[in-house]
């Protein structure tokens, strides 16, 4: 009996053993690159992106470190492990990263155009001549594209626009009501809505950002079911994406 015992301290010992150095070794930081997406990933650290990767990994004790990138770069610097995730990609957009079951968020895209032409809907977005900033394949996303534009930056789409250069621009809303933000005549457009794209973290393919997308969807799958994350989207006023999740999309 008393052997028996014996054992089983043992056990318990060598188990406690094995988590104090699992805690030692876990990441304490996860250092992110995004885009400056105007209230959504700010580079000052604000934003409804940044709010909910707070939640996400802080209450398990990771950090979030943050640094403002262009998309097609944050990519690169995770393909190459200088960071453990870049924010914001779809769906296994980018081949050499790894992508976790949960999304974090979910992108609605529209088509802006001018008020003159007629509104696009998915089924005829392929008969126009679009544009989108580089890097953001909508093509792979988007049914029937044909004749896209890549632009380096979106401070020209507005004279794209009105110089008939292109008859649609696709970006996400928030970007999408920064650019009409920007018209002198705002009334001169129309943005309408095409379609939902999951957005999600893409992680490097190290060890350290395997063990934080592992926390990502242990955290996420807690936080949806809880409706923890709910407040926060309401507080930034926009849509729950997680309202008729029970499982990852």
Excluded at 38 to 52: I, K, P, R
Excluded at 71 to 92: F, K, M, N, P, Q
């Amino acid at each position: 009996m008393a052997r028996r015992w014996l054992m089983l301290l043992l056990f318990v010992l060598l188990g406690s053993v094995a988590n104090a150095q699992e805690a030692v070794h876990a990441p304490s930081v996860i250092h992110l690159a995004s885009e400056d997406w105007q209230d959504y990933t700010a580079a000052d650290g604000h934003g409804l992106g940044w709010d909910v990767l707070r939640k996400v990994f802080e209450p398990a004790g990771v950090k979030l470190d943050i640094r403002t990138e262009p998309y097609t770069r944050s990519v690169g610097l995770a393909e190459r492990g200088e960071i453990d995730a870049c924010v914001g990609s779809y769906h296994e957009e980018a081949s050499e990263l790894l992508y976790p079951r949960w999304n974090f968020d979910t992108d609605h895209i529209y088509a802006l155009g001018l008020a003159s032409n007629p509104a696009p809907t998915p089924e005829t977005l392929g008969s126009y001549r679009l544009a989108w900033v580089r890097g953001y394949d909508y093509q792979d996303y988007l049914p029937n594209v044909k004749s896209y534009n890549e632009v380096v930056r979106r401070t020209g789409i507005l004279s794209m626009l009105t110089h008939n250069r292109a008859d649609y621009y696709i970006d996400a809303l928030t970007e999408i009501d920064y650019v009409i933000s920007r018209a002198r005549e705002p009334e001169q457009f129309r943005k309408t809505h095409i379609a939902e794209l999951p957005l999600y973290l893409c992680f490097a393919d190290t060890p350290q950002a395997r063990t934080l997308m592992a926390l990502f969807d242990q955290r996420m799958e807690l936080l949806v079911k809880s409706g923890e994350l709910k407040p926060i989207f309401e507080r930034w006023k926009q849509p729950y994406p997680f309202a008729d999740a029970a499982s990852p999309l």
